[in-house]
């Protein structure tokens, strides 16, 4: 295999399901990728897909191929980790994975003084699904009680969620709080995670379902309804009130995560240090 392009975009493809999600998770055009991954299928002279509409279903020969590129894939992140883990450069780049919320209200509010201080480091923030199997990326912050058991990790702060709906809508039910509608997050798995954060919401109340939390919070903005938050994000809007003040429905910890051969990297334990040095100080907030 001389193009280790063609099997990257086929395992996106592959894991994805799809060619449009697989064409967003690279950040690619979903023609180009459509073009490249025929492609390649062109070139080997065997379809790896089942069906020509959407490509979710590996052929054999497809499956075999998987397998490989992703042993492959496997092989090649681990000698990049070991070459930057074994350079003493103090910049470069640093790449980070973590979901959009955290990434909207945690890392962003601090990467303005980062690059400032730092100013040899750049960041690369790419967003990801929680329950992808890979880190891709050289850190990671997500919230979960369950953290990659092969990854080096630090947990910051335990989040506390609350119920919240704008000012306005908690005005026009709070003599009857059973009349609100409620708002959840779907990402359409048979296990989603949000939800479990939630208490039961009966299915007749929960009127609007959305795969995307920032959403979540710009519907409960407009007045839709109510629907659960993370308190960093509650408390700190002032468009938004806690529908019962002091009480939380559920806790979440919140973990900085690195692969363990990269810890020592000196951009990377830069940057670690100053973000755990800032977690502390809004840990009050983070933890409701």
Known sequence: MKNWDDLRIFLAVARSGSITAGAKSLGLDQSTVSRRLQAFEEKIGSSLFLGSAKRNTLSLSGQKYFEGAMRLEKEIEEINRTLVADSEETGGTIHVVTTDILSNYLLLSITSEFLQRHPDINLRVRTQPLGEKRLQGDVALFATNTPKEDLFGRKLAVASFA?????????????????????????????????????????????????????LLEAARFGVGATILPCFIGESDPAL???????????????????????????????????????????HLIEG
Not at 195 to 205: F, Q, S, T, V, Y
Request: hydrophobic content about 35%; aromatic content about 10%.
């Open 163 to 215: 119920s919240y709906a704008s000012r306005s809508y908690l005005e026009q039910h709070k003599d009857n709080l059973e009349s609100m509608v409620w708002l959840n997050w779907d990402d359409g798995s048979d296990n989603p995670t949000w939800p479990a954060l939630a208490p039961d919401i009966p299915d007749h109340m929960c009127r609007l379902r959305i795969d995307s939390v920032s959403s």
């Open 241 to 283: 009130a806690r529908i019962s003040p002091g009480e939380t429905v559920s806790r979440r910890d919140i973990w900085l995560l690195v692969h363990a051969d990269l810890r020592k990297v000196p951009r990377i334990r830069t940057f670690l240090d100053f973000f755990v040095h800032y977690i502390k100080s809004q840990k």
